[in-house]
């Protein structure tokens, strides 16, 4: 992913599987990693599965989550997830409208 470093992601439930509105995608951010700082047109929907870090918001505020917290990212709210753990990788699994897999 462009603006990513050490980040990964996978789509176990998508289009191809047949999904009526949402697909699930799981992303991995090794230790010290980060997603792109970005935003776009539709909502997501976080569970962290994994690890712990911080959510960037559009005001470079830093939000801490640790695994069991979820997190909602609103329409065109620029973001970034970031790990700071030394070890351990940071786990989500980010539900998004199918379109936007």
Same mark, same amino acid.
């Given at each position: 992913?462009? #603006?990513?470093?050490? /980040?990964?992601?996978?789509?176990?439930?998508?289009?191809? $599987?047949?999904?009526?509105?949402?697909?699930?995608?799981?992303?991995?951010?090794?230790?010290?990693?980060?997603?792109?700082?970005?935003?776009?047109?539709?909502?997501?929907?976080?569970?962290?599965?994994? #690890?712990?870090?911080?959510?960037?918001?559009?005001? #470079? $505020?830093?939000?801490?989550?640790?695994?069991? $917290?979820? /997190?909602?990212?609103?329409?065109?709210?620029?973001?970034?997830?970031?790990?700071?753990?030394? $070890?351990?990788?940071?786990?989500?699994?980010?539900?998004?409208?199918?379109?936007?897999?």
């Amino acid at each position: 992913m462009e #603006g990513a470093e050490n /980040a990964w992601k996978q789509i176990p439930l998508s289009q191809k $599987d047949g999904v009526p509105v949402y697909s699930f995608r799981v992303f991995t951010v090794e230790p010290g990693g980060y997603t792109p700082y970005h935003q776009h047109p539709y909502e997501h929907m976080n569970y962290l599965i994994e #690890g712990e870090g911080v959510l960037v918001n559009e005001n #470079g $505020d830093k939000q801490p989550i640790k695994a069991g $917290d979820f /997190a909602l990212v609103l329409p065109n709210e620029k973001h970034q997830y970031r790990n700071t753990s030394k $070890d351990k990788d940071f786990v989500m699994i980010c539900g998004v409208p199918k379109e936007f897999e």
